[in-house]
C-alpha cells in the first residue's frame, strides 16, 4: 500500500545551522506534498507544501525540494532557532485527488541555543 | 485559512463507553476527515466524512467503532464506541478548503480510557 518513510527520527542542530529532513514515498500518483510542524500539546500546523508539477518552493527560512523521479522530498531549515523545535511531519497525497494525506513518521527537531 | 473548533479538547473515560467528538467549521468546506494520532506517533487518516451519506473508512477502521457523522458542509461528528485503552489517543477533525488542497486540523481531542 501507499507509505512514506521519513528521516531522521530525531534531530540536533546548534541555532543558526541548517537542518534537513526527508521523505520518500511510494505512490507515483502522489501529486502534493505538504509538511506540518507540530509543537507539543498542539495541533499540527501547515508551513510550507509543494506540488509535483514544482521542484522547489521558499519561504523565507523553509524551503522544500521535490524529486519525482526518486520519489523524495525533503525539508529545509536554513538559520534555525529555538523556537524552530517541534515535530515535523511529511505527508503525500495519495488516492488521486481525494484530499487524503498519508503521513511520514514525523522528525523531532531539537535547536540548542 | 477555516476557523475548526473541536470539542471536547479532552475527556477520560472507561472502558466500555463511548465518546463522541464535535468538529465544527466556520466556512463551508469540500471535505472533513478524521485522523488519530497515539501517543509519540504520526497521524493515521480514520475515514472521509461524507455530507449526507456515509463515511469512507481506512483499511483498519470500521464504521461499528467509529460511526461518523456529516449532516451538512461545516459539521461533523466522530464517535469512538466501546472504548477500550488501547483507544486513548489524540483524534483530529481535519478540513481541506474549497477553493485549494490545504488541509487544516482542529484542536484535537486528546482521550484517555481507564
Known amino acids: 500500500g501507499e507509505n512514506v518513510e521519513q528521516h531522521p527520527s530525531t534531530l540536533s542542530v546548534q541555532e543558526g545551522d541548517s537542518a534537513v529532513i526527508k521523505c520518500t514515498y511510494s505512490d507515483s500518483a502522489s501529486n502534493y506534498f505538504p509538511w506540518y510542524k507540530q509543537e507539543l500539546g498542539k495541533r499540527p500546523q501547515l508551513i510550507i507544501d509543494i506540488r509535483s508539477n514544482v521542484g522547489e518552493k521558499k519561504d523565507q527560512r523553509i524551503a522544500v525540494t521535490l524529486n519525482k523521479t526518486a520519489k523524495h522530498f525533503s525539508l529545509h531549515i536554513t538559520e534555525t532557532q529555538p523556537e524552530d523545535s517541534a515535530v515535523y511531519f511529511c505527508?503525500?497525497?495519495?488516492?488521486?485527488?481525494?484530499?487524503?494525506?498519508?503521513f511520514g513518521q514525523g522528525t523531532t527537531l531539537q535547536v540548542k541555543p | 485559512s477555516a476557523v475548526i473548533s473541536q470539542k471536547p479538547s479532552r475527556d477520560i473515560c472507561q472502558r466500555g463507553t463511548s465518546l463522541t467528538i464535535q468538529c465544527q467549521v466556520d466556512s463551508q468546506v469540500t471535505m472533513m476527515f478524521w485522523y488519530r494520532q497515539q501517543p509519540g506517533q504520526s497521524l493515521t487518516l480514520i475515514a472521509t466524512a461524507n455530507q449526507g451519506s456515509e463515511a469512507t473508512y481506512e483499511s483498519g477502521f470500521v464504521i461499528d467503532k467509529f460511526p461518523i457523522s456529516r449532516p451538512n458542509l461545516t459539521f461533523s461528528t466522530l464517535t469512538v464506541s466501546n472504548m477500550s485503552p488501547e483507544d486513548s489517543s489524540i483524534y483530529l477533525c481535519?478540513?481541506?478548503?474549497?477553493?485549494?488542497?490545504?488541509?487544516?486540523f482542529g484542536s484535537g481531542t486528546q482521550l484517555s480510557v481507564l
Open positions: 481535519s478540513v481541506r478548503g474549497q477553493l485549494n488542497e490545504k488541509l487544516f
Open positions: 505527508a503525500a497525497s495519495y488516492s488521486g485527488n481525494t484530499g487524503k494525506l498519508i
